[in-house]
């Protein structure tokens, strides 16, 4: 079920709840947060901009992680 009407920074901790501690498709967080795979892609540009250590992997299909909401670069 999506999130709807989730603000910009309701979003980012949600994407950050999803992907700590786990492997998450990008299409899985667009799903989960109502809204599109280029937002999402926007929105971990943003988090890694701001210091979070996301890690992914290359082409599509790839999943994102991050090993602890504490945890910056």
């Known amino acids: 079920m999506g999130q ?3 603000t ?3 979003r980012h901790a ?3 709840e ?6 998450v498709l990008g299409d899985r967080i667009a799903e989960e947060t109502n809204v599109c795979i280029r937002t999402i892609y926007r929105d971990v540009r943003a988090l890694k ?4 250590k996301i890690l992914s992997g290359p082409g599509k299909g790839a ?4 090993r602890s ?5």
């Open 63 to 66: 999943g994102y992680t991050v």
């Open 49 to 52: 901009d701001a210091g979070w």
């Open 18 to 23: 999803m992907m700590t501690g786990t492997l």
């Open 8 to 10: 910009r920074a309701e």
């Open 69 to 73: 909401p504490q945890v910056r670069q």
């Open 4 to 6: 709807q009407g989730m």
């Open 14 to 16: 949600k994407i950050l």
